[in-house]
């Protein structure tokens, strides 16, 4: 059952924590390459971006997971207001922590959970995919915000995943100070007598549950919620540190590498790049590396969830596949919050037809010579 539909049905009083935004969403520039077979006609949209409010509510007697964001009160399962079970398929779903079928009402739990405490009072923000950088800072911290902003839920608890990154922890000190912090396991739970259930303030869908079945969302945002998170962490780590202007941002993972990065590299290195890899950088540097950049160009990955903090006229150049399943409006619908164009290269997936989303891919070097004017 949604959070809403929950609420609605035992009559819940909601406390409106930020309200509604619109933004217009702002179609990305396509560096065009005639080798490759993309109907660039689907990248022009045309609409607002709506989000409805962020509210909080109050349910009693709620266990809580370690393995999902899935909330459950007596037999009832409550999950966020936008996600879809026909259409989504879920992270906990991937790792087999729960299972569950659209033809069935009933969610079943496949690992042990152990309790680990009992609280009068807590405020939960577990979720299956917060140690991802992207959907960390666009989706679960402005809902930590946007409780912790509100001094009458000063000095109740958080609950958050065990073992996030550093650079995730620190944003997260940043946003919630010195409040007290219980970190779950993904094999433990929480009981609560008095939940505070912050609604969802940014969502974009794991994947999806069907092959040739739209996402839910390709991402959706509460622009107040995050401009919030933005200003606070610009304001908390800025420094006097001279930035370079010019950046090419290196993708060292197991998954959706670009296949010919040193060549890239080093065609950049000669017009005056600096290189960075950003799995070795701290918050405060990559935060600091992209408020002051003029120009950014690296492949797709989480790191550009640091869009946010850029300036509305840095250019923003992504290189990415051109499998036919990449969610091409994902940087989009959360540069456009802030009046950034992202501009498309477009790739080609190593392996010809792949299937996979997260395969590696190589971009033509004369391709980038040609979209960001260098020689």
């Not at 069935?104 to 009992?118: F, G, L, V």
């Not at 296949?259 to 950003?278: H, M, P, R």
């Amino acid at each position: 059952m949604r959070l809403k539909d929950f609420v609605k049905k035992n009559q819940l009083k909601t406390f409106i924590l930020f309200k509604p935004s619109s933004t217009q969403y702002i179609n990305p520039h396509i560096c065009k390459n005639s080798n490759l077979d993309l109907d660039f006609d689907k990248f022009n949209v045309k609409g607002l971006n709506h989000f409805e409010s962020i509210y909080l509510a109050q349910i009693k007697d709620v266990q809580v997971l370690g393995s999902t964001s899935i909330l459950f009160k007596d037999k009832t399962a409550i999950f966020h207001d936008l996600f879809d079970w026909n259409l989504d398929f879920t992270s906990e779903e991937l790792h087999q922590t729960f299972y569950y079928s659209p033809l069935s009402p009933h969610i079943k739990i496949n690992i042990d959970q152990y309790n680990k405490a009992e609280l009068t009072k807590a405020a939960s923000f577990i979720n299956p995919v917060a140690a991802n950088y992207a959907h960390w800072v666009t989706e679960i911290l402005p809902a930590v915000a946007a409780f912790c902003k509100n001094p009458e839920y000063k000095g109740i608890p958080i609950i958050i995943n065990h073992g996030l990154h550093k650079n995730i922890l620190d944003s997260l000190d940043l946003i919630a100070g010195s409040r007290e912090i219980i970190f779950l396991r993904q094999n433990e739970k929480i009981y609560v007598k008095n939940l505070y259930a912050v609604s969802v303030a940014g969502y974009a869908s794991f994947e999806p549950r069907k092959i040739n079945i739209p996402l839910s969302s390709s991402g959706l945002y509460n622009y107040e919620a995050l401009n919030y998170v933005r200003k606070i962490l610009r304001r908390k780590v800025g420094s006097n540190k001279k930035w370079p202007k010019k950046i090419f941002l290196k993708r060292n993972s197991g998954y959706r590498n670009l296949t010919n990065s040193k060549e890239i590299e080093a065609l950049l290195k000669k017009q005056g790049f600096e290189v960075y890899d950003f799995q070795n950088l701290s918050l405060k540097d990559q935060i600091g590396l992209f408020s002051n950049a003029d120009i950014i160009i690296g492949p797709s990955g989480a790191h550009f969830a640091n869009i946010i903090f850029c300036n509305k006229k840095t250019d923003v150049y992504i290189l990415i596949s051109n499998f036919k399943g990449t969610v091409y409006k994902y940087w989009p619908n959360i540069s456009s919050l802030f009046g950034i164009q992202i501009k498309y290269i477009i790739g080609q997936a190593r392996i010809a037809k792949s299937t996979n989303v997260h395969a590696d891919f190589y971009v033509n070097p004369k391709l980038i010579k040609e979209s960001i004017n260098v020689k």
